[in-house]
C-alpha cells in the first residue's frame, strides 16, 4: 500500500462566521488525491483509517482562537495571522488584525509581518517608513531576517551605507542570502565610508545585543475582560470590555447587518479598523477617530456602513 497522509482540518467555512466542519484530506508526495466531509464518511471507512500507515491530525477553531487572541494570548493571534494569511481562507486584512495585536506586544514574528505587510502594501497601507519601523522591533531583537528587510528598504530609500550594515547583520546572525548584497555595496564605498560603516555596524550590535537579552514577551497582566453587549443602539458587541463599555479590540454588528471590527475606545470605533458593507464587502478599511473613519479621497457609501 502507498503511505498515505490522512489530514482532519477543522476549520471556518466562509468567512467571520464560527461553525466548524471537519475535513480529511488524502495526501501522497504533497499532492491532495481526495477531500471528503465528514458527514460523508461511514463507520466503516473510518475502521479502515486504523490500517493507513501515517495519519496526522489537526485540529482548529478559529472561534476559540479568536477568543483566546482577544484575552492577549500571543500564540493564538499568531495562529490566526498565518491562518489568514496562508489558510483556506485568505484575507490579508483579517491577517494584518492579528499580527498587529502580537506584534503590539513586540513578538519579532508579527513585527516581521507587519513590516512585509506595510512593504507590499498587502492588507494595509504601502510605506517603506511604516515597513522600517516595525523591521527594527524585530531586527533589534535579533531577527535576520527582519535586518535583511531593513537592508531592501535602505537602498530603496538611497541609503547604500546602512543597508550594507543590515546585510552584515542578517549574515552575521545566519542569513546566508545577506551575503552577496552586502558585498555588491561594500566594494563600492571609499575610505570614509568604510569607516561610517564600520561605525554604524558597533552601534547597531551594540543595541541588538542589549535588546535581544529581553527577549522574553510580556505577560498579561490585568487583561481585558472579553464580553458580549447589547448596546442601546441596537448593535451588538463582542470584545474587550471596560466599565461595561467597549475598549480595545472587537466587532460591533448593527441592527441592518453592517459590521466594524477594529479598535475601540470609550465605546467609539477609534484606531485601526474596518468597517463591512451588508453584504461582506469593505466600506471603508483606515484610520478611526471617535467612531467616525478618517476619510481622505474616499467616498463611503452610508447605506452600506455602519456609521
Not at 39 to 51: A, G, T, Y
Request: hydrophobic residues 40%; positive net charge; glycine residues 8%.
Amino acid at each position: 500500500m502507498l503511505p498515505l497522509m490522512i489530514t482532519f482540518k477543522c476549520g471556518l467555512l466562509g468567512k467571520m462566521m464560527l461553525k466548524n466542519k471537519i475535513f480529511i484530506l488524502f495526501v501522497h508526495k504533497g499532492k491532495v488525491l481526495n477531500k471528503i466531509s465528514f458527514r460523508s464518511v461511514n463507520i466503516l471507512f473510518i475502521f479502515l483509517l486504523s490500517f493507513i500507515p501515517f495519519i496526522q491530525v489537526h485540529s482548529f477553531s478559529v472561534g476559540e482562537t479568536k477568543e483566546l487572541a482577544l484575552k492577549g494570548n500571543i500564540n493564538a493571534q499568531i495562529q490566526l495571522g498565518v491562518f489568514y494569511n496562508k489558510g483556506l481562507d485568505k484575507d490579508f486584512l483579517e491577517a494584518y488584525y492579528w499580527m498587529k495585536m502580537a506584534a503590539k506586544q513586540n513578538h519579532p514574528i508579527a513585527c516581521l509581518y507587519l513590516g512585509r505587510a506595510h512593504f507590499r502594501g498587502q492588507g494595509t497601507s504601502k510605506s517603506i517608513d511604516l515597513a522600517i519601523q516595525w523591521f527594527l522591533l524585530a531586527a533589534n531583537k535579533g531577527d535576520k531576517l527582519a535586518m535583511y528587510e531593513i537592508g531592501k528598504c535602505k537602498m530603496i530609500k538611497h541609503k547604500p551605507i546602512h543597508a550594507a550594515a543590515w546585510y552584515k547583520l542578517s549574515h552575521e546572525y545566519g542569513y546566508i542570502k545577506a551575503l552577496e548584497p552586502f558585498q555588491s555595496i561594500l566594494q563600492k564605498l571609499n575610505d570614509s565610508e568604510t569607516e561610517i560603516f564600520n561605525n554604524l555596524i558597533k552601534k547597531l550590535q551594540t543595541k541588538i545585543l542589549l535588546e535581544s537579552k529581553s527577549l522574553s514577551l510580556p505577560s498579561q497582566l490585568n487583561p481585558k475582560p472579553i464580553r458580549k453587549l447589547d448596546l442601546k443602539s441596537g448593535e451588538i458587541y463582542w470584545g474587550h470590555v471596560i466599565d461595561d463599555v467597549p475598549n480595545g479590540f472587537g466587532k460591533k454588528k448593527s441592527n441592518h447587518g453592517t459590521t466594524y471590527q477594529g479598535e475601540f475606545k470609550k465605546g467609539l470605533e477609534h484606531g485601526y479598523g474596518i468597517s463591512f458593507g451588508i453584504n461582506g464587502e469593505i466600506t471603508f478599511e483606515g484610520n478611526w477617530i471617535m467612531g467616525k473613519p478618517e476619510v481622505t479621497h474616499k467616498k463611503i457609501r452610508r447605506n452600506q456602513s455602519n456609521f
